[in-house]
């Protein structure tokens, strides 16, 4: 049984930052793309960004590019979000996903279907 578990969500102003882990089991978490999404009340859960199981790209969402910054640890099966000048539109619920394709590298990595296990998501609020 994949468990994916996140944490170090919490409140924030405006401006400042917040990382994110996710601890991953299960699974041979070296072998599959790991992303991050979030879902704000009232919408629909939207991509934020992915990395692939080495590590060696990544994808961000339009909205977080040069402000987040996603990496992974495969010695410790945990992939991390490092979240700066965060703004109050950031505020939502962050899941991190496992990839469905062992060692995919393709465009799916994007797509919320691409995933099959989700962690249980924590917390992320900004104040202005």
């Known amino acids: 049984q994949v468990q994916l578990v996140e944490s170090g969500g919490g409140l924030v102003q405006a401006g400042g930052s917040l990382r994110l882990s996710c601890a991953a089991s299960?699974?041979?978490?070296?072998?599959?793309?790991m992303g991050w999404f979030r879902q704000a009340p009232g919408k629909e859960r939207e991509f934020v960004a992915a990395?692939?199981?080495?590590?060696?790209?990544?994808v961000y969402a339009d909205s977080v590019k040069d402000r987040f910054t996603i990496s992974r640890d495969n010695t410790k099966n945990t992939v991390y979000l490092q979240m700066n000048s965060l703004k109050p539109e950031d505020t939502a619920d962050y899941y991190c996903?496992?990839?469905?394709?062992?060692?995919?590298?393709?465009?799916?990595?994007?797509?919320?279907?691409?995933?099959?296990?989700w962690g249980q998501g924590t917390q992320v609020t900004v104040s202005s």
């Open positions: 299960g699974r041979t978490f070296s072998t599959y793309a």
């Open positions: 996903a496992s990839h469905r394709m062992a060692r995919t590298t393709s465009q799916t990595m994007g797509v919320r279907e691409s995933y099959d296990y």
């Open positions: 990395i692939t199981w080495g590590g060696g790209r990544t």
